[in-house]
């Protein structure tokens, strides 16, 4: 089996209070994005470093955090905030330029948990990679 892995965080979890509700905002949002998800039950679901979980016992444990994905080009960040919003995301700033540097087009959406997610676009520049890649087959 190969992984497919980013450059900096091994991986990030998300605690989800209605856990329904977030896989559909996730699935929705990171789909527009041609990020694929894995799910093998009805209590998590995987994207590269991304772990989304209910809660079980603990109702007040829910995550608050921001989360950046990149996306490919303008149109795609737009495709995001389109299927956020539509599978119950809150929005939290419409695609534009952003001032953070010159070609950075973003756009946030409040999770149905909370959590600041984002789609980011930082312009056209030539990358080393697109991931690391992860043998472990043996």
């Not at 679901?45 to 809660?55: F, K, P, T, V």
């Not at 109702?59 to 995001?80: G, I, Y």
Request: proline share 5%; aromatic share 10%; charged share 20%.
């Amino acid at each position: 089996m190969i992984l497919h892995r980013g450059r900096l965080i091994d991986h990030i979890q998300l605690r989800a209070r209605d856990f329904p509700a977030t896989a559909t905002f996730y699935r929705a949002a990171l789909g527009a994005l041609g990020i694929p998800l894995l799910a093998d039950d009805d209590w998590h679901l995987a994207c590269d470093e991304l772990w989304i979980d209910a809660l079980g016992e603990d109702a007040n444990a829910a995550t608050h955090v921001h989360l950046a994905f990149q996306a490919e080009d303008e149109e795609a960040v737009k495709r995001f905030h389109q299927a956020g919003l539509a599978a119950g995301g809150r929005d939290n700033g419409g695609p534009g330029e952003r001032p953070y540097h010159p070609g950075y087009y973003a756009a946030f959406l409040f999770d149905p948990d909370g959590n600041n997610v984002e789609a980011v676009f930082h312009g056209v520049a030539p990358r080393s990679a697109s991931s690391v890649e992860i043998d472990i087959g043996g």
